[in-house]
């Protein structure tokens, strides 16, 4: 064997030793994680914009000024639409959102969020566009914060079971098509 080979057998067995052990480390690691979210999630203590995990809760004012509250939601499946007045992308799927909303009147109510607008400009919008679903103003913005919402992430849509669960998340513009793929998620 020659003398500048004799290293490399070694050092690849180092670099496979290595891999394996890098492997491995992040297994147990991200079954730990996996494992401590559950367990908050089960302690009540875990709630986040995660799929599978508690939606956080909110009372929000629609335009009208009526409180509506995702807790006496429960027991029905809720779509949320977290938006802006200056998203483009929310424009594009507004006329997909009214055709969902229609489909599933009475099963699953939509909901669009704005953070921090003008309840009256929402409501002329809403009067100059024919929305067809609910529009909520988080006036402090706190439930965009606890969805983990910025301003330039919208539109960002959640799909709430009946169970107070987020069963699907989908981020930017969502089609039709897309929008009856989250309902997929549920699980009566």
């Not at 991200?30 to 809760?57: H, M, N, W, Y």
């Not at 949320?80 to 009147?105: G, I, K, P």
């Not at 921090?116 to 919008?125: C, D, G, H, I, V």
């Amino acid at each position: 064997m020659a003398k500048s080979n004799f290293y490399l057998i070694p050092l690849s067995i180092l670099i496979a030793a290595a891999i394996i052990a890098t492997g491995v480390f992040y297994k147990q690691n991200k079954q730990k994680t996996e494992e401590d979210l559950l367990r908050q999630e089960q302690a009540g203590e875990l709630v986040a914009p995660l799929v599978a995990f508690s939606a956080p809760l909110f009372v929000l004012k629609n335009i009208d000024g009526v409180e509506v509250s995702l807790k006496e939601l429960r027991g029905q499946a809720v779509l949320l639409v977290f938006t802006a007045s200056t998203c483009d992308f929310f424009q594009q799927e507004l006329r997909d959102l009214e055709r969902f909303a229609d489909f599933y009147r009475g099963q699953i109510p939509v909901f669009a969020i704005y953070s921090q607008e003008s309840f009256l400009a929402l409501r002329n919008y809403k009067k100059e566009n024919n929305v067809n679903f609910s529009i909520l103003v988080d006036q402090d913005g706190s439930v965009f914060q606890d969805y983990k919402i910025s301003i330039s992430g919208t539109p960002a849509h959640f799909l709430i079971d009946k169970s107070g669960k987020i069963s699907a998340v989908w981020p930017g513009a969502a089609s039709l098509s897309a929008l009856e793929g989250l309902v997929t998620s549920l699980k009566d």
